[in-house]
């Protein structure tokens, strides 16, 4: 049995003339966190809706837990997904969101929704009756996470969410994972543009760069060339700017 | 399919603010459709009422009850013979005027509710827009994309939900309207003629709503959806393209005898193509 569960193989997409992604290949092997790091525009997003499905390469082939063409919507079952955002329901409540999307899933165990919402601290008073339209950024993104994890994925793809969360939340989020890494076999991979709030939580490094992955690091090698004692955020990126200035010579 | 479709109906009954607006739409069709009713005032003065006044003309001519009227207009026979009709000065009937036994019996004035229907202005940029365009912006079709839900599946699953609501909500309207204005008709006219005039008026408003259906897909913007549907709903109501002319002429052949074939299968040919070329959009389109 194969230890990858996600790969993209020479994937191409342009937008007119700009290419998002540019002949970009990608392994993802099971039980890792990664953190795919890049700058505004560097390709993420594009990488994760292709993934999805929201849009179709110009070229290249995505293979999603050993399936490709027609067999990766069966695969995506085992996959949750949270892309640009939170894509909710605003005249329905946190609750009701993820019940209609527990509908559609169609075979959710009972309490699953109340498990995810108790380990996000998605509490009776956020949710109520209140719709998510007036509900503040950080809560949306919390019941967006807890929507990706509603099928007990196998895969879990995450666009930026350590930007909608506070330091609160951040730390329950990765509780979280971590508790799902526990339950069963589950590889993350999650898109971020700033080093610092991925390097505590993930295992692996990837940069990307004009649609391509340019570099890789395991956890280990940073730890190798990151001063222990850099705790705070600033000092966490200026040595990881270091690093890829050696490493890419720019 | 089933699913999304499921989906879609959780999402109904849960969501205040579709209520309300299917509330609002029944409402604003009601209301909208009242100002342009018979009164005593206009009653002669019938230039919107299709076919009414030729009616009210040989009633009053021929003085003659309802029902021999419909014999010799080959209208359906009323069910319940009303007392002895009477003209505006005669007594010893149930009915005080011309009126009221045009208001109680008349299947023109059944006729005049379904052809005016002037809600229809207000429903296509309310339903396009609360039930399809602003799942666009909001992205929420991306939520059973993620799971493993092909294109064509979301697809069918909202179209199914979109139109069966359309033509809930079209005959909710259209029963409004007749139980309001021209409730009678329920009781002295046959059954059958009734609800199969209610059933294919809702059928006709339902294939309608498949262009602001289109829109939303073209546009995928709930702004430029509602404009756009609005000046549609205006369209049709005020230049008489297709609905109600068109309607009026074969509704009148169904009173010879003939069902207006014509006009169903126009209506059956605007909602396939709305709805393919609808479902090819969706298919090639890329999602934000």
Redesign the interface.
């Given at each position: 049995m194969t230890d990858t569960v996600f790969r993209a193989s020479g994937l191409t997409k342009r937008y007119g003339g700009a290419a998002a992604l540019d002949g970009l290949d990608l392994q993802l092997t099971a039980g890792r966190i990664y953190a795919l790091l890049g700058d505004p525009g560097s390709g993420r997003t594009t990488l994760l809706?292709c993934a999805?499905?929201?849009?179709?390469p110009d070229s290249g082939e995505v293979e999603i837990l050993g399936e490709t063409g027609d067999g990766?919507?069966?695969?995506?079952?085992q996959?949750?997904?949270l892309?640009?955002g939170p894509?909710?329901?605003?005249?329905?409540?946190i609750r009701?969101n993820l019940?209609?999307?527990g509908?559609?899933?169609?075979d959710l165990p009972k309490g699953r929704i109340g498990k995810l919402m108790k380990a996000l601290a998605i509490t009776p008073r956020d949710t109520g009756n209140r719709t998510v339209g007036g509900c503040p950024a950080g809560l949306k993104m919390k019941c967006a996470i807890a929507?990706?994890l509603l099928?007990f994925p196998r895969l879990l793809l995450l666009d930026e969410v350590f930007g909608g969360l506070d330091t609160d939340d951040s730390a329950l989020f990765v509780d979280l994972i971590k508790a799902e890494m526990e339950e069963r076999p589950m590889t993350t991979l999650i898109t971020g543009q700033f080093f610092a709030e991925l390097y505590p939580f993930a295992t692996d490094y990837l940069l990307l760069e004009k649609g391509k992955i340019v570099r890789s690091y395991t956890r280990e090698e940073l730890q190798a060339r990151i001063p222990e004692d850099l705790q705070r955020a600033q000092e966490l990126e200026d040595a990881f700017k270091t690093i890829r200035k050696e490493d890419l010579g720019a | 399919m089933k699913t999304v479709f499921r989906g879609e109906l959780f999402h109904l009954s849960r969501s205040a603010v579709l209520l309300l607006a299917i509330a609002v739409l029944l409402v604003c069709d009601l209301f909208i459709s009242s100002r342009s009713k018979v009164t005593e005032s206009n009653l002669y003065d019938l230039a919107e009422l299709p076919g009414a006044g030729t009616f009210v003309n040989f009633f009053q001519d021929n003085k003659t009850s309802p029902d021999g009227a419909a014999a010799r207009m080959r209208l359906p026979r009323v069910k319940n013979q009303p007392e002895t009709a009477v003209l505006q000065d005669e007594p010893g009937t149930k009915y005080e005027n011309l009126i009221e036994v045009y208001w109680a019996c008349s299947p023109y004035y059944f006729r005049w509710v379904l052809a005016s229907n002037q809600g229809l202005m207000v429903i296509p940029l309310i339903f396009a827009v609360m039930f399809l365009a602003r799942d666009f912006p909001h992205r929420v079709f991306n939520d059973s994309l993620y799971i493993g839900k092909r294109r064509r599946e979301v697809f069918w699953g909202k179209t199914l939900f979109y139109f069966l609501l359309a033509f809930l909500v079209s005959l909710a309207g259209i029963l409004l309207l007749t139980l309001v204005y021209a409730s009678a008709v329920f009781r002295i006219l046959p059954g059958g003629y009734v609800w199969s005039r209610i059933l294919l008026h809702a059928f006709v408003d339902t294939c309608l709503m498949a262009v602001p259906f289109l829109l939303a897909f073209l546009t995928r913007n709930p702004v430029i959806t509602g404009v756009l549907s609005a000046l549609y709903g205006v369209l049709i109501r005020y230049t008489g393209a297709i609905y109600p002319a068109a309607l009026k002429a074969d509704m009148a052949s169904w009173e010879q005898g003939s069902f207006p074939m014509t006009m169903t299968l126009i209506c059956l040919g605007i909602l396939v193509v709305c709805v393919a070329a609808s479902r090819l959009l969706f298919e090639k389109q890329d999602l934000k």
């Open positions: 809706r999805a499905g929201l849009v179709k990766v919507y069966a695969a995506r079952h996959v949750g997904m892309i640009d894509a909710l329901y605003r005249d329905l409540s009701n019940k209609l999307q509908r559609i899933l169609g929507m990706a099928p | -």
